[in-house]
Structures are given as structure tokens and as C-alpha cells.
């Protein structure tokens, strides 16, 4: 048989240096800026559906009223709600929170003989 023979292979040490608070913290506070900005960022969409009712029911909602309804749907959202009724005074919206997005739209007298299902949570609005 032929002759093995077996060099040893000097071994490196790289001495690392300790990371700083700073370099830790950087990336979780970016990570946490990120989450916040996500989930407080929840614009409000309205499905096609929900806009054509809008405009053949002629319901009008200001952008004010909008900014509210999307603060309490991601206030809801934060809470656990998936599916929402939200009652203002001129509509009803059926709302997924979930997803951030007007499903549906009704004016108030015809919410009021209507019986509205798969919702977890309501939104009142004055």
C-alpha cells in the first residue's frame, strides 16, 4: 500500500470583538420603528363592491369621518376583531378589519331593518 502522509493545518483564532448597545439596538429599534409605522398605517380601502353602493345610495363621507372610521377599525383590529359593523350617522359600513377594507355600504334606513351577521365587533360613530 502507498504511503498516507498528514500535514496539519494551522488553526486560526480571529478574536471578535464585543458588540456596542448600539449596534444591537440598531436593529431592533428599526424593527420596532417598522412595526409601528405598519400597523398604525392602516389606510382604510373600500372593496368595488362597497364603492358602487357608496355612490348608488349617494352616501357621502367626509375625509375626516374616514380618518375616524380607520383609527377604530385598527383600534378594533388591535383588539381581535375580524369582521365589524360600523354605524354612523348617515351608513353602515360592514368593514374587515382584518384586512383594512369597506366589504360593504348601506344608508341607515335601510340598515334598520336588516339583520347582520358573521361580525365580532361594532363600531358606534356620532
Known amino acids: 500500500m502507498g504511503n498516507i502522509s498528514i500535514n ?3 488553526l486560526k483564532t480571529s478574536i471578535r470583538q464585543p458588540l456596542t448597545s448600539r449596534q ?3 436593529p431592533k429599534q428599526s424593527f420596532l420603528q417598522h412595526l409601528q409605522e405598519a400597523s398604525t398605517k392602516s389606510e382604510l380601502k373600500v372593496s ?3 364603492n358602487q353602493r357608496l355612490q348608488e345610495r349617494n352616501i357621502k363621507i367626509s375625509e375626516a369621518e374616514w380618518q375616524i ?3 377604530k377599525v385598527s383600534e378594533a383590529r388591535s383588539k381581535g376583531v ?3 359593523l360600523v354605524l354612523m350617522d348617515q351608513a353602515a359600513l360592514i368593514v374587515s378589519a382584518k384586512n383594512s377594507t ?3 355600504a348601506m344608508d341607515r ?3 334598520r331593518d336588516q339583520l347582520f351577521t358573521n361580525i365580532d365587533g361594532t ?3 356620532n
Request: charged share 15%; proline share 4%; aromatic share 0%.
Open 8 to 10: 496539519q493545518i494551522p
Open 24 to 26: 444591537v439596538a440598531s
Open 48 to 50: 368595488k363592491h362597497a
Open 69 to 71: 372610521v380607520s383609527e
Open 82 to 84: 375580524n369582521d365589524s
Open 102 to 104: 369597506v366589504i360593504t
Open 109 to 111: 334606513i335601510e340598515a
Open 123 to 125: 363600531i358606534v360613530l
